[in-house]
């Protein structure tokens, strides 16, 4: 089975509870497992925590999709974000936003996965 690490920055107690969940029974069906690595409730030190944790993306709870936590800048890895009212879900890609449903996370969390390193 193929680890998704990932980490939480500012991702509210509620959607990290769906992200657990709902996301990670999804990506099971497609023998992946979702990995939270870390959950970070501040921006101070991100770049560091990142680099210790060598996660394989990223997901940051309400942001404008232009104003990024800085640290964040850097990091080698696909960061997903969600819209500051929580309905889209923004990346990895520049112009990547989805409607944010259990089966849109669950997608861009697989397409993710698929295109990691298995050995990394």
């Known amino acids: 089975m193929r680890a998704l690490r990932t980490i939480l920055l500012n991702v509210p ?8 969940r709902a996301a990670s029974v999804r990506l099971q069906q497609s023998d992946v497992s979702l990995t939270i690595a870390l959950e970070i409730a501040d921006d101070r030190g991100i770049a560091e925590r990142l ?14 999709a232009e104003h990024l936590p800085p640290g964040l800048a850097p990091v080698p ?26 089966a849109s996370l669950a997608a861009a969390l697989l397409a993710i996965a698929q295109t990691r390193d298995p050995t990394s």
């Open 51 to 64: 680099q210790t944790a060598a996660p394989d993306l990223v997901i940051v709870g309400q942001v404008d």
């Open 13 to 20: 107690p509620l959607l990290a509870d769906l992200i657990r």
């Open 77 to 102: 890895v696909p960061v997903l974000a969600l819209s500051t009212d929580m309905t889209r879900l923004l990346g990895p890609k520049p112009d990547d936003v989805a409607e944010l449903t259990p």
